[in-house]
């Protein structure tokens, strides 16, 4: 699936934001020009094309030509290549690369690196009250879904191993 123009646009116009709002990460960017990176979003049939420019970052819904890397995943598991808190692990945990594979560390260490101050650019529209707030309530959110999903993976373990028998216990 291609992505309509105007998403795309709005897409390019977030990421170089959120490149704009860290210097470095624009820098480390801007180093890539004359590189493609593909993400295919496996799930919805959709690819996008990332290309590094001396101003940032084009998106395109369609490129003439093989990609330097691509990368290719799920929705969350793509959205865990800046978030995760042990980078390594992300590929071949849901996301799967071709091509140069360290253009797609660079990329993902920029990603990791990007260092946003959400809040300070909230505190702008809606005043330092209203940013902290909000901050405080996605940081309660986040690690609210960090422990579910902890919870949940352990809960399903037991299952299978107390309730269903499917799983052997490990000896302690």
Known sequence: ??????????????????????????????????????LEISGLGCLVYLVPTATGLRVQGVFEGE????????????????????????????????GDALLGRKVQRIL???????????????GDVVARQVGNTVRGLRDWGRNTVDTLGRDVAEYFQEESRDLVVRPS
Do not use: Y
């Not at 490149?19 to 470095?24: A, F």
């Not at 990791?112 to 809606?126: A, N, P, R, T």
């Open 1 to 38: 699936m291609v992505l309509p123009l105007m998403a795309t646009a709005a897409l390019e116009k977030a990421l170089n934001q959120c490149l704009h709002m860290d210097p470095e990460s624009l820098a480390q960017v801007t180093a890539l020009e004359g590189k493609v990176i593909a």
């Open 67 to 98: 990609p330097d890397v691509t990368m290719r995943g799920g929705p969350f598991s793509l959205a865990r290549l800046g978030m995760s808190e042990h980078p390594a692990e992300v590929f071949g945990h849901g996301v799967e690369m071709t």
């Open 112 to 126: 990791d690196g990007l260092q946003l101050d959400w809040e300070e650019q909230l505190s702008h529209v809606g």
